[in-house]
């Protein structure tokens, strides 16, 4: 069965200097994919270059369609929804107007898709009116979350979710995550610094160094892996 | 002295002679002639000092027609009712102009980017009707014409032959040495300038202010420094103007001036003193070339504006960019070359 | 007290037209970072290819409609092809580039209508009589200037505020990244925008030739130096402050130049250098103005 996202060799540039030396990763449909490495380690230039923000050579397929080359509103309107680093939210903007804009390719059902995201969010409703900004940091990774949803999404972009936040707050975060996965088949790549947590909410994982895939394999046996658990897991 | 200093010497001197021939053979070029020579060495003069302030500093001046006007003025007024030889209110202008740059430079720390281009366009747009102002009359006697010719303390009063040297000169021909001797010499000073540790201050400013105070760079003092020198040169160029043209007046000094000058700095490129002659010649020329092109009113605007555009879209880096492009495939070769040494 | 009140109301009305030519200073400037100094040339344009329409037969109020429209295209087509290419650029860049602008635009002007006078019919777009208010004369067209002004400006409140593309628009001026994620075609917003500047500033170029017959190719200089005064007093990013810097401008220059008789400092020619001295103590004083954000600078 064809993946549900493919990346091959992928290149990708910032002016003169490449980030990505060829990359190649997939995700199944409804997986649960992580991309771990270091600072630096191309992660999340790779979520960019699927979201066609930065300029790149080589292969992306979703749903066996090409979207190598495409603008970042081509693949949003793909089915693809990317939740950015710095959540990518607009602050000035209410959390209601954020939600709104999630929406914005839909052009019906957006109460439906508003009640959907409320049952997994559901102190959206008290805080509507509210300025994104001025939300927490774990409100606001949960309202970036939210807003990616309202755009029914095949494949969920995430980087780094955990970054700044109290670990209460983002286990609640991937306890989400897994439910939708579950319930819903949500496929979803994410990109984290937080080894652990990635190996144990993901079925498979790719390890990144110098803009190139260094190991992949399933989480389980990656967690064991001697070469992973002195580098990311710390033992 | 390594390769590459000797290969920068030997151009610097070549492009020196070359500057001289160039003055002059100039005017015996077609179509030119002494007196849009002079021209060309007024704007040369105004947009070096222009390129140093937002070319060397990054700080965008729109009004740098103001400091022209405030040279002319000064050379203007001394002759007129002071009495003074003209030779001599060029320095004074200097000082007068460098003065003023110094009062705009400080309030324009405060400014950046686009707020300091906004203030000094409002600026530019104010000059005409400052200087046309009743109040101001011991100055700018109200915006009437302050008429030079036939004045004792003008060079050749104006129109009469002028001697140097055991040589007669015309008028013409004597405004428009005059010019580029200083233009020159200017030229010489900003490049020594721009060469030694005002013109590294000033460069650190530009490509980021908070770098180079933490490296400790007075970057206040090489701002307000840079806006001085830069408005000292504009107020040279100013007050050659009158002295070329024999008289000051408001009309002389419009708002547009200003916009002259920096679409040659832009044109020239900014940050570099090799493109300065061709934003003089553009923004001199051009118009020129227009009004043959068709005598039609509005023309001249029209091609002006459209070859502006396209200078901006195609070669944002200016004449002296678009140099550095085409040579630097020469330009690596001595530097890979040198380093190996 | 009834020349205070006139003046005001009189000051109101040019003050609308600095408002309309502020407000598509601060669209353009929100969502593109830059400032259109070719504004009020553009605007100057599209009134003589309106004077052109009514010359060749077509009613006033049609060739208004007709000239809004074609602005509107032409602000489109100005940011797609040529403004998108400094956008995001070097600050001097898209300086020169609208400053070309308003040499080209200024040249076209001339050339093609060159420098015969020309003025709209009489009475166009509103009556030159007045009212009698209680023993203050009110112009009719300064009302109709206002009239018109508050129509638009609720008209674009309602455009940004309620429609999901104004959500868009105002989207893709706070976070263009952000925007394009979720599906916004955000050039073609940013050319948007363009285009209802180009609208306004026709508008502002059509009141400017009504209040100030007959039409001259410099008309809108002064005006652009008093909008960007506006833009600037009001914060170069707030639609709001555009309107009240204007009005606030147009009252207090009449203001200033009616009372001056008492003083004698001769301010009547002196209204661009008030216009920039005002520029200058907001910049210095509160760069925001008085309805921007001030930001935070992070070092």
Known sequence: MTPLLELEDVEARYGPVRALHGVSLSVGEGEVVAVLGGNGAGKTTTLRAISGLVSTAGEVRFAGERISRASPERVARAGI??????????????????????????????????????AHFP?????????AGTLSGGEQQMLAIARALMARPRLLLL??????????????????????????????????????????????????????????????????????????LGY | MSRLATVRAAVTAVALVAGIVLVYFLPHADRIGYIKGSQLGVYFIAILGLNIVTGYTGQISLGHGAFMAIGGYTTAILVSEHGVRDLWTIPIAALVAGLAGFVVGVPALRLSGLYLALATFGLALAM????????????????????????????????????????????????????????LL??????????????????????????????????????????????????????????????????????TLSLTLIVGAAVAGLGSLWGVLAGAAFVQFLPDFAVHISKAQGVPDTVYGAALILIVLLLPTGVAGGLRRALSPLTTRLYTRSQSQ | MTQFLQQVVAGLASGSIYALLALGIVIIYRSTGI?????????????????????????????????????????????????????????????????????????????????????????????????????????????GILAVTVVLVLALWALFQLTKLGLALRASALNPTASR?????????????????????????????????PLDPNMMRPVLIYALAAAVLGGLESPVGAIVGGLAIGVVLNLIVTYDTHVHLDLDRMRIPMAFLAILIVLLVRPAGIFGRTAVRRV
């Open chain 1, 81 to 118: 929804a990317h939740v950015p680093e710095g959540r990518g939210l607009f602050n000035e903007l209410s959390v209601y107007d954020n939600l709104r804009l999630g929406a914005f390719l839909q052009r019906s059902g957006f109460d439906e898709d508003y009640e959907r995201v409320r």
């Open chain 1, 123 to 131: 102190w959206l409703e008290d805080r509507r009116d509210q300025q």
């Open chain 1, 159 to 232: 980087d780094e979710p955990s970054l700044g936040l109290a670990p209460l707050v983002v286990r609640e975060i991937f306890a989400i995550l897994g439910d939708l996965n579950e319930k819903e088949g949500l496929a979803v790549l994410v990109v984290e610094q937080n080894a652990k947590l990635a190996l144990r909410s993901s079925s498979r994982a790719y390890v990144l160094e110098v803009g190139r895939v260094a190991l992949e394999g399933p989480s389980a046996e990656l967690a064991e892996n001697e070469s992973v658990r002195k580098a990311y």
């Open chain 2, 128 to 183: 005409p009707a400052i200087l046309s102002w009743d109040k101001l009359d011991a100055v700018t006697k109200s915006g009437q014409e302050i008429q030079l010719f036939n004045s004792p303390h003008l060079l050749g009063k104006g129109f009469e032959d002028v001697h140097f040297l055991g040589r007669t000169l015309s008028f013409n021909h004597a405004v428009y040495y005059l010019t580029w001797g200083i233009a």
């Open chain 2, 186 to 255: 200017l030229l010489a000073v900003a490049w020594l300038i721009l060469r030694g540790a005002p013109g590294r201050a000033f460069r650190a400013v530009r490509d980021s202010e908070l770098a180079a105070t933490s490296s400790g760079v007075r970057v206040a003092t090489y701002k307000t420094l840079a806006f001085a020198i830069s408005a000292a040169y504009a107020g040279i160029a100013g007050s050659l103007f009158v002295i070329a043209l024999a008289f000051a007046d408001p009309q002389s000094f419009p708002a």
């Open chain 3, 35 to 143: 400032v259109n100094f070719a504004q009020g040339e553009m605007a100057t344009f599209t009134t003589f290819v309106a004077w052109t329409l009514v010359d060749h037969g077509v009613g006033y109020w049609g060739a208004f409609a007709l000239t809004l429209v074609i602005a509107f295209a032409g602000g489109i087509a100005l940011e797609r092809t040529i403004v998108r290419r400094v956008e995001g650029g070097p600050v001097i860049t898209a300086v020169i580039l609208t400053i070309g602008l308003f040499i080209l635009l200024g040249g076209l002007s001339n050339w093609i209508w060159k420098a015969e006078v020309r003025s709209f019919p009489p009475d166009r777009p509103f009556p030159t009589s007045a009212w009698d208010v209680g023993g203050v004369a009110i112009s009719k067209q300064d009302a």
């Open chain 3, 181 to 213: 994620l979720v599906g916004i075609r955000v050039g073609w917003m940013l050319a948007l925008g363009w285009g209802l500047a180009a609208a306004l500033g026709a508008v502002a170029g059509l009141f400017t030739a009504a209040a100030n017959p």
